[in-house]
């Protein structure tokens, strides 16, 4: 199942995007000597004996701190199981042939979409982002497999449209797992032409804790971890998301940055 591809994007680090901010030498000089910054302006110092330069570091360090978050991300492979529905929805738990909810942990997954480019950084609007995922059997809808046949199904697909600050918002279930792959999420971003593609993965450890729930108990124990999955190598540890629980079942936000 899922014979994914090797990755297709580049990852930039943080001093990557200050670079393309035009702030990366302001703030690598900020990082560097910010333990120093704090210590000196005690409480007898005054603002006014702040230094010139310093006090052009400070300022850039605060557009620093005031952008979006824009983090690049690497791109990954699609994947086989992508299927364009078109369903322009938040809940993806239900199946629109027959209206069947898939079982499984509530999992409210947040995506902060932002623009990167020669001008800033800012919140990208009307992005269109889709995400798709097996369920808690490791099954995907509107697919045909050796081991499965749901054409026709819609469980677990799905799109949003981020709003004016760059935010598309989703509730899905915790995935399922399958021979071959790490637990994973594939989402993909388009605008205006543009296209992003990659995946999100989750902690093996929180993961097992999820899994001596049903109905994942039930499929046994998974078969791969994060450091067998090849897909996961190529992420640069750049697409796990960080959950946490609520009073509903679990949550994630993912913070990306896209160079359009």
């Not at 990082?31 to 603002?47: G, K, R, V, Y």
Request: charged fraction near 20%; aromatic fraction near 10%; proline fraction near 4%.
């Amino acid at each position: 199942m899922d014979n994914d591809d090797k990755q297709v994007g580049q990852i930039l680090n943080r001093r990557d995007v200050l670079k393309i901010l035009g702030l990366g030498s302001a703030a690598t000089l900020l990082a560097a000597c910010a333990p120093e910054i704090s210590e000196t302006l005690s409480p007898t110092l005054s603002p006014t004996d702040i230094v010139p330069a310093t006090e052009t570091i400070l300022q850039e360090a605060t557009s620093v701190a005031n952008i979006p978050v824009c983090v690049v991300r690497p791109e990954l492979t699609e994947g086989p199981y992508f299927v364009d529905e078109m369903l322009n929805r938040s809940d993806i738990r239900s199946d629109t042939s027959d209206g069947a909810i898939s079982q499984g942990a509530q999992f409210d997954l947040t995506f902060n979409v932002t623009q990167i480019n020669d001008s800033g950084c800012a919140p990208l609007a009307s992005a269109q982002v889709d995400i798709w995922h097996c369920d808690a059997a490791g099954v995907y809808s509107d697919a045909q497999d050796r081991s499965f046949n749901t054409v026709g199904k819609t469980f677990l697909r799905g799109y949003q449209l981020t709003d004016a600050n760059g935010v598309a918002k989703f509730t899905t279930i915790y995935p399922g797992w399958y021979d071959g792959r790490a637990v994973h999420i594939h989402f993909k971003i388009r605008i205006n032409g543009y296209e992003f593609t990659s995946q999100l993965f989750f902690d093996d450890a929180f993961t097992d804790q999820v899994y001596l729930q049903e109905p994942y108990a039930a499929k046994g124990t998974r078969t791969l971890l994060n450091s067998q999955d090849n897909i996961f190598a190529e992420s640069g540890n750049l697409l796990t998301l960080a959950v946490s629980p609520t009073s509903t079942g679990y949550a994630a936000t993912f913070d990306i940055g896209l160079q359009i």
